[in-house]
């Protein structure tokens, strides 16, 4: 994963933000009112304005929302998570560093309920071997 690029300045308005996180204004407004910790400071001109390391979070809930496929509540989850753990901080800084891509879109097997792993198993034997389900294929031959 490429590093982020954040330009070296105080403070920065919700364009600017949008184009370093890569999403639209308004999604970054959605996502004030759902994760109250990005909430971002106003000007005196009513104008939102946020610091680096609000930007930092938005990459980060970014990546768990677009890119990991969490739900809201999913990522608010993993936030909490990572926090009481100690390695919020850590795992942002390498995020937008681009050290490291938090979490996979290829789902762990124990995530399906039982039933349907045992249904995913049976198919793919299915598909490996038909033969063994007593499945003839006229021309299909298996090694």
Known sequence: MNPVLIPNRLY???GDVAE????????????????????PDKASSGQRVYRRTQIESLI????????????IEGAKRKLTE??????????TLKLVSGEIKIGSLVP?????PI???D???SLQNLIRD?????????????L
Do not use: C, N
């Open 82 to 91: 990572l926090r009481r753990e100690g390695k919020l901080k850590e795992e």
């Open 130 to 142: 038909p033969s063994e389900q007593g499945i003839e294929v006229p021309g299909l031959k298996f």
């Open 20 to 39: 370093i996180v890569g999403v639209k204004p308004y999604v970054i407004r959605f996502w004030e009112s759902e994760f109250p910790f990005l909430a």
């Open 12 to 14: 920065f308005r919700i």
């Open 60 to 71: 980060l809930v970014r990546q768990l929302l677009h890119v990991d496929r969490y739900s």
């Open 108 to 112: 762990k097997e124990d995530v399906l």
């Open 119 to 121: 249904k995913v198993k």
């Open 115 to 117: 039933s349907l792993q």
